[in-house]
């Protein structure tokens, strides 16, 4: 085993190790619940099409848009803060934060759409599903703001920097999973034909 050249520093994952282990348990159960919608989903493939067709995917991709600039300007603050430039993070987590309640008001204004016409979780399965899994997404995407919010709280006091950035990475990582899991449910529910 060849030895590290003293220059290298040694990789590490970003934040803390505990954070990684919720990351990898949630993205399993995640997991589960698309191996059991495609598997449903291959027993009545007419119902799924059916029910699929009456989403608004144009909704659903600007909240996937949304998502993914929120990702964006998370990562400019993990930036920042190893670069040293603590004055930028609080208004990037700012802007992340304001992305996440975003995505919220469209979940919101769509989730009323569906029960106004009378769907449900309980119309049949594809429903069950996308209110199950788009609803435990939104559980996410609010504790992940709120994450957010107490990130922009603890930068704005000048907690983060070149030599102190495992609490935002931290955020960020569970931040970027909530991102992840809706890159997969946005064509999982709203495109998959």
């Not at 930036?79 to 609080?90: F, L």
Request: net charge positive; aromatic share 12%; hydrophobic share 55%.
């Amino acid at each position: 085993m060849a030895a590290l050249d003293p220059g290298q520093a040694a990789r590490r994952l970003p934040g803390i190790e505990g954070v990684w282990v919720f990351v990898a348990a949630d993205l399993t159960v995640f997991g589960l619940f698309f191996v059991s919608f495609v598997r449903d989903r291959g027993r009545d493939a007419a119902l799924f099409e059916q029910a699929r067709q009456t989403l608004d995917a144009d909704i659903g991709g600007v909240n996937t848009l949304i998502l993914l600039t929120s990702s964006w300007f998370v990562a400019l603050a993990v930036q920042a803060a190893q670069a040293g430039a603590a004055r930028r993070i609080p208004r990037l987590l700012a802007w992340a934060a304001a992305c996440g309640l975003a995505f919220a008001v469209l979940k919101v204004i769509e989730y009323a759409h569906k029960l106004r016409a009378g769907t449900s979780m309980l119309t049949n399965d594809f429903y069950m599903y996308y209110f199950t899994l788009t609803g435990i997404h939104l559980l996410h995407v609010a504790a992940g703001t709120v994450i957010l919010l107490i990130l922009w709280s603890k930068a704005r006091a000048g907690a983060y920097g070149s030599g102190n950035c495992a609490g935002l990475e931290s955020g960020a990582t569970f931040w970027h999973m909530v991102d992840l899991l809706w890159v997969v449910i946005f064509p999982l529910l709203y495109l998959l034909k």
